[in-house]
């Protein structure tokens, strides 16, 4: 049997920093780069233009099997995620969508229709795989794994930073209850709970540059990869 591409696993809570990492370690290594997230906020997205309601289960699944999303490069403009054909990068990044994604992950069914998808991105010479169960449900099997922490206020303080140099002025502390509130239900949540995989290395980024970050991630990677 050939062997499969080499994965590495970045989960974490929101904010952890888990995006910056993946895509700086992916574009190192030259490696292919999955955001899951971005795929649970594209069914929460094309749910919302479809007025679906969060509790109709049924009409979800349909969504998320339906739904759409490409990744595209667009050089000047940066990366550009498409859902269903119309770019909807900025409305993706939405507070509010990232609640209802979250929502929205919670149903089992639904989790199940993105996994194929989810796995689908594992191709040569390898992939970052960015999510909350990369480690333990979707790429189990995969030879690296990390597990990106850091305080809930450090997060909601990068959060806050991010949209404060947008022009967007939030309240910290209602980032922080929305942040927790999240984490909590990403925690708990019956299936694909928010949890480091067993053989995951813990790294906790509080008070850690991004830079360092990636230092320690790639450290975790034979020479022969990092040499790509
Ligand atoms: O990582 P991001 O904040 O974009 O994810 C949005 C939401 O999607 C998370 O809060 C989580 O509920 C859900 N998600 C998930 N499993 C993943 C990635 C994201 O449940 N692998």
Known sequence: MIDPSPVLTIDGPSGAGKGTVSRIVAARLGWHYLDSGALYRAVGVAAGWANLDVSDAASLVR????????????????????????????????????????????????????????????????????GRDMGTVIFPDAPYKVFLTASAEERAGRRHNQLMEKGVSVIFDDLLREIMARDA?????????????????????????????????LGLLPVSHRNQ
Request: proline residues 5%.
């Open 63 to 130: 969504c998320a099997f339906d739904t759409r999303v490409e990744f595209v490069d667009r050089a000047e403009n940066g990366l550009r995620v498409l859902v269903n054909e119309v770019d909807a990068t900025e409305e993706l990044r939405l507070e509010t969508t990232g609640a209802l994604a979250s929502a929205i992950a919670a149903i089992p069914e639904v989790r199940l229709a993105l996994k194929e998808r989810q796995r689908s991105f594992r191709r040569p010479p390898g992939l970052v795989a960015d």
């Open 185 to 217: 239900r990403d925690a708990q949540r019956a299936v694909a709970p928010l949890r480091p995989a067993e053989d995951a290395v813990l790294v906790d980024t509080t008070g850690i540059g991004i830079e360092e970050v990636v230092e320690r991630v």
